[in-house]
């Protein structure tokens, strides 16, 4: 491959990449990591957690899974809008607004 641009190579290796995976596709396989709560358990640990019935850690503790896991599987209480992970970062829903910060066409 010698005197072709680190473009093209980047290319080629990008194309049998998405080749790989559409032939992976095809015969049933997909990526990606499994869930460690089956969706029944997902399901259960959300009612726990709406219900106030237990706490995130005992609900960790039932399933055998770092709370970390068990907040992943959680919906949040009020969807707010935002980037990944649905607003659930800092500040989210909380309505604030820098004021020395332009907020749009005035």
Not at 7 to 15: G, R, Y
Not at 43 to 50: F, G, H, I, R, T
Not at 73 to 93: C, F, N, Q, S
């Amino acid at each position: 491959m010698r005197g072709v641009g680190p473009h093209v190579i980047e290319q080629s290796i990008d194309t049998d990449t998405m080749d790989g995976l559409a032939s992976a596709r095809a015969r049933g396989r997909v990526g990606g990591r499994r869930p460690r709560l089956t969706s029944e358990q997902a399901a259960s640990a959300q009612e726990l957690y709406d219900a106030r019935v237990k706490t995130v850690q005992q609900i960790a503790d039932l399933f055998g899974v770092p709370r970390s896991t068990v907040y992943g599987h959680l919906k949040g209480d009020t969807p707010t809008e935002g980037g990944p992970g649905g607003g659930r970062g800092r500040d989210a829903g909380l309505g604030v607004v820098c004021r020395d910060w332009p907020t749009g066409p005035e």
